[in-house]
C-alpha cells in the first residue's frame, strides 16, 4: 500500500465555480489554508489560494496535477476574510478563484511578496503638514503640489512623485526644511502624530449620536444614521474613529469616491495624522500594497478607502462606517458584482463590531432595515450654523422665456447671488456640448452605429462622442443624408457654461464632469477653485452630488430635473430624490442661506411637490409603500443574468436555454424574459437580460446554486458574454 496523496484545494482565478485539488509532494507540510500556491493549469500556471486540505478528491489519480510551490510561509488572507470571501462566492454565484482575487492588492496576485523592500515612501512631517500650501505657491509651485500630494495621499513613492511632476530635487530641499521625510521601515513603529486640528464642541444632536454607540453593549449592531446634508456627520465619525483609537483598536471607513472627496481625506489627514491607510483604485500597485499590508499588520489604525476597501485585511477592527450608504458606486458593476454596502455589515456581523451606515438620503433598503428593526436609527435634523434648509422652489419652463436651457427667472436669481458676492452651482447630468446633432430638414439625428445611442456634440474638440461606448469622430455640421446645415439640440455642460459666459462676461466659471476631470489635476483644481472662492458658478454633473462643503454657494440650480421624473427602473424615483436633495444640499452652509430653483416642464409632478418639502422620510415611506404594492425590492429579491452577442438571437437563444432550466427547477421563482436590454446594442453587441425574482432569498438561492454551475458547462455559454448579478441596481 502506498500512502494516499497529500492534497490541497486551490481557489484559482479562473471563471471555474469550484476550486481545484492539487497534489502537495513537500518539500515539508501542505501550506496552509489562506496561503498562495503556483499552481499548473492546462498548459500554463496560475497563483491561486489554498482553501483546504481535502482527504479524497474526485479527479483521477492521472487528472491529478503537483503544486508547483508554495508562495507563502504564512497565510496572506486570514479566516475571517477567508470566511467571508467564500460567503460571497456563493451568495454571488461568483467563482471562488476571481472573488479571492479580487480581495487581493494586485503585486499578490502577481505572487509578490507582502513585505516591500524598496526604500521608503515620502511623508509629511508636523511642520509640512502645518504648511498653507497656497502661500508656498507663490514662492514655489512644485513644492506647493508636493503638500497638496501628500496631504491628499498620504505617504507616495518616490517614483509615482515623480510621475505627479515632483521631482527629487524639489523633495530634497523641502526635506531641508522639515516638511518632508522618508517614512521609517518597519512601518509598525512610526511615531504618532499628535492631532493637527482642535475638534469642535458637538451639536447636542452629534452628540446623541456619539452617546448612543459608546453606551450600547460590545459587538455587533448596525446602526443607520440619517442626517441632513451639512449637519456634521462627518465629525461624528471622527469621534468614533478617536474613541477606537484610544482603545487601540482600527476603524474601516469606507467612501464612495476618494478623487471626489479630497476635503474628506485632508480632514482626516489633519485629524489622524499617519495613523491613516488610503485604499482606492487611482493608487499605484506599490503604494496598494503598503495601505494593504499597514491594515493588515495594524498599524494604520484607520484604514480608509472606496469599495474594495470593504475586503481590507483587518488587525484588531473595532468598527466599520460608511459614508454616504446610498452611493452607487458601492456596487461594482463589472466582474464580481458585489455591493460593498452590504458586505460591510456582513463583515462587521462577523467580526462582531457595530457599523455606522450614514446619509442625508438613504438607501430604501437601509430604511426598510430600521423600519422592521434590523437596524437601529439615528437622526441628526438641523444643520450646523444658523443658515437651515435652503429655500426650495420649482421654475415652470411652459412659462419662461428660456435660452439654451437657462429660464430668465433663473438667469435674475444668478445675478442676484453673485451681487451678493456668493457663490453659484448648477447641475446638469449631461456633459458635453449639446446630446443631440440633428438636420432640421430631413430629420435625421446623428447616432453612434455601434449603440443605440445619438452621438453627443463636443464642440470645444471639434467632436462627436458616444458617452456609450466612447467612439468619437471629427464633428461636421453638414447633413450626409441631404447637404443642409445641421443643428445642435439640447444643452450639455459647455454648452450652458458658454452661454453663462455670454450672460456673465466678468463672473470666473468651472465646469465639473467626467471631461474636466480627464484634464491634468482636474478635479482637484476645479474643487479648489470653488473652495479658494476663485470659482463663482459651478456647472456639473452627478459629481456635484458627493459632500462637497462649499460654504459660500447658496444658489443651486437643477436644470433639467424632468430627465430623472421619467426613468425606466423601479429604482429611478430613489436615485432621482438621492440626486435632487443631495444637490440642494449643497446650498447654504453654516451662517448662509440657500436658494435652489428647479427647473421642470413638469411642475406638478407629485415626485416634485413632495421633494420640495425636503423631507426625504416622507419620500421614503411613499416609496417603499410603492414598492410594497408592486413587489419590487425589498419586498423581493432579484438575480439578474445578461448576455451579449454580436448576434441578437445568440444572446437570447443563450438566456432561453437559461430560463428553461430554471422554470424547470423554479419553486417559488418567477422566471422573467428574457427581454432586451433598456439600451439593447452597445458597442456593436446585442444586450439582452432575465430576471428572476423571488419573494424568499432561500429559494431563489438554492435555484442558483444549482443553475449557474450547471450553466458554466454549456457551450453555449462559451459562445455569449454572460454575468450574473445579484440584488441589481440597475434592473
Ligand atoms: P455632513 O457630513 O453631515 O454633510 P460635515 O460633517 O461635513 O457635514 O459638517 C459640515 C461643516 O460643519 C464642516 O465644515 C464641519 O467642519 C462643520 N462642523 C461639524 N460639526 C461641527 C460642530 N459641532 N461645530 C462646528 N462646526 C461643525
Ligand atoms: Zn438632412
Ligand atoms: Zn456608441
Redesign the pocket.
Known amino acids: 500500500m502506498t500512502a494516499p496523496p497529500r492534497l490541497v484545494r486551490v481557489a484559482v482565478p479562473v471563471p471555474l465555480s469550484d476550486a481545484l485539488d492539487y497534489r502537495w509532494e513537500g518539500p515539508g507540510a501542505p501550506p496552509r489554508r489562506g496561503c498562495r500556491v503556483r499552481v499548473p493549469l492546462g498548459r500554463s500556471e496560475r497563483i491561486g489560494v489554498v482553501l483546504d486540505h481535502p482527504r479524497k478528491t474526485s479527479l483521477p489519480p492521472e487528472k491529478l496535477r503537483n503544486v508547483i510551490e508554495a508562495t507563502d510561509k504564512e497565510p496572506v488572507l486570514g479566516e475571517e476574510l477567508l470566511r467571508t470571501l467564500r460567503w460571497c462566492a456563493d451568495y454571488y454565484h461568483h467563482p471562488i478563484g476571481e472573488v479571492l482575487n479580487q480581495a487581493l492588492p494586485v503585486l499578490l496576485r502577481r505572487g509578490r511578496s507582502p513585505l516591500r523592500a524598496a526604500a521608503g515612501p515620502w511623508e509629511l512631517t508636523a511642520e509640512g503638514l502645518s504648511q498653507d500650501a497656497d502661500a508656498v505657491r507663490r514662492r514655489a509651485r512644485r513644492q506647493a503640489e508636493a503638500l497638496d500630494i501628500l496631504r491628499r495621499s498620504g505617504p507616495v513613492d518616490a517614483g509615482e512623485l515623480r510621475g505627479q511632476g515632483v521631482g527629487a530635487a524639489v523633495l530634497r530641499r523641502m526635506n531641508a526644511r522639515g516638511w518632508v521625510r522618508r517614512r521609517p521601515q518597519g512601518r509598525a513603529g512610526a511615531p504618532l502624530e499628535a492631532a493637527r486640528d482642535t475638534?469642535?464642541?458637538?451639536?447636542a444632536e452629534?452628540q446623541r449620536c456619539v452617546d448612543a454607540i459608546a453606551a450600547s453593549p460590545p459587538g455587533y449592531r448596525t446602526w443607520l444614521l440619517q442626517?441632513?446634508?451639512?449637519?456634521?456627520?462627518?465629525?461624528?465619525?471622527?469621534r468614533l474613529i478617536a474613541r477606537e483609537l484610544a482603545a487601540g483598536r482600527q476603524s474601516l471607513l469606507l467612501v464612495p469616491e476618494i478623487g471626489l472627496t479630497p476635503?474628506?481625506i485632508d480632514?482626516l489627514q489633519k485629524r489622524f495624522a499617519q495613523r491613516l491607510a488610503v485604499m482606492h483604485s487611482g493608487l499605484a500597485s506599490g503604494r496598494r500594497l503598503d495601505a494593504w499590508q499597514d491594515a493588515r499588520t495594524g498599524a494604520a489604525k484607520l484604514v480608509v478607502g472606496t469599495r474594495s476597501a470593504v475586503f481590507a485585511p483587518l488587525a484588531n477592527p473595532g468598527i466599520v462606517i460608511v459614508?454616504e450608504e446610498h452611493d452607487p458606486s458601492y456596487k461594482q458593476q463589472d466582474g464580481f458584482r458585489y455591493s460593498a454596502r452590504d458586505l460591510a455589515v456582513l463583515r462587521a456581523k462577523r467580526l462582531d463590531i457595530p457599523i455606522l451606515l450614514?446619509s442625508?438620503t438613504p438607501s430604501l433598503e437601509s430604511v426598510h432595515n430600521a423600519d422592521r428593526g434590523q437596524y437601529h436609527p439615528l437622526s441628526?435634523s438641523r444643520?450646523?450654523?444658523t443658515a437651515g434648509q435652503p429655500d426650495m422652489r420649482v421654475i415652470d419652463m411652459n412659462r419662461h422665456a428660456v435660452r439654451q436651457g437657462l429660464s430668465t427667472p433663473l438667469v435674475t436669481a444668478i445675478r442676484r447671488h453673485l451681487d451678493a458676492d456668493c457663490q453659484v452651482l448648477l447641475f446638469l447630468n449631461r456633459r458635453g456640448f449639446a446630446p443631440v446633432l440633428l438636420c432640421p430638414t430631413c430629420g435625421t439625428a446623428e447616432d453612434c452605429g455601434r449603440c443605440d445611442a445619438r452621438m453627443t456634440i463636443h464642440a470645444a474638440s471639434g467632436r462627436l462622442r458616444c458617452h456609450h461606448c466612447g467612439r468619437t469622430h471629427a464633428l461636421s455640421w453638414v447633413c450626409v443624408a441631404c447637404g443642409s446645415e445641421r443643428v445642435a439640440v439640447g444643452a450639455g455642460t459647455q454648452r450652458i457654461t458658454g452661454e453663462l459666459a455670454t450672460l456673465f462676461p466678468d463672473a470666473r466659471i468651472a465646469r465639473l464632469d467626467r471631461d474636466a476631470a480627464t484634464r491634468h489635476g482636474g478635479i482637484d483644481t476645479v474643487l479648489a477653485g470653488v473652495e479658494r472662492g476663485d470659482t463663482q458658478i459651478l456647472v456639473g454633473t452627478q459629481m456635484l452630488t458627493k459632500?462637497h462643503?462649499f460654504?459660500r454657494v447658496t444658489l443651486v440650480g437643477v436644470l433639467n430635473a424632468d430627465q430623472g421624473l421619467f426613468g425606466t427602473d423601479y429604482r429611478s424615483t430613489e436615485r432621482f430624490a438621492q440626486i435632487l436633495l443631495q444637490v440642494a444640499?449643497r446650498a447654504g452652509?453654516?451662517d448662509r442661506a440657500g436658494e435652489v430653483l428647479i427647473q421642470s416642464h413638469y411642475p406638478q409632478h407629485p415626485l416634485l411637490l413632495r421633494l420640495a418639502s425636503q423631507d426625504y422620510s416622507d419620500f421614503a415611506r411613499m416609496a417603499l409603500a410603492e414598492r410594497r404594492s408592486a413587489g419590487w425590492p425589498p419586498f423581493s429579491h432579484l438575480i439578474l443574468w445578461r448576455a451579449e452577442a454580436t448576434r441578437r438571437t445568440a444572446a437570447h437563444a443563450f438566456l432561453e436555454q437559461v430560463a428553461t432550466a430554471a422554470r424547470a427547477r423554479a419553486a417559488r421563482v418567477d422566471v422573467l424574459g428574457p427581454a432586451p436590454a433598456s439600451m439593447e446594442r452597445r458597442g456593436g453587441r446585442y444586450r439582452a437580460q432575465l430576471l428572476l425574482q423571488g419573494r424568499r432569498r432561500p429559494a431563489l438561492h438554492r435555484l442558483m446554486a444549482e443553475l449557474a454551475p450547471l450553466v458554466r458547462t454549456w457551450p453555449a455559454a462559451r459562445r455569449v458574454r454572460w454575468s450574473v448579478d445579484v440584488d441589481p441596481i440597475d434592473a
Open positions: 475638534p469642535p464642541t458637538l451639536t452629534q442626517g441632513v446634508t451639512g449637519s456634521g456627520k462627518t465629525e461624528v465619525y471622527l476635503q474628506l480632514r459614508d450614514a442625508a441628526i444643520r450646523i450654523g459632500g462643503d460654504p444640499g452652509r453654516r
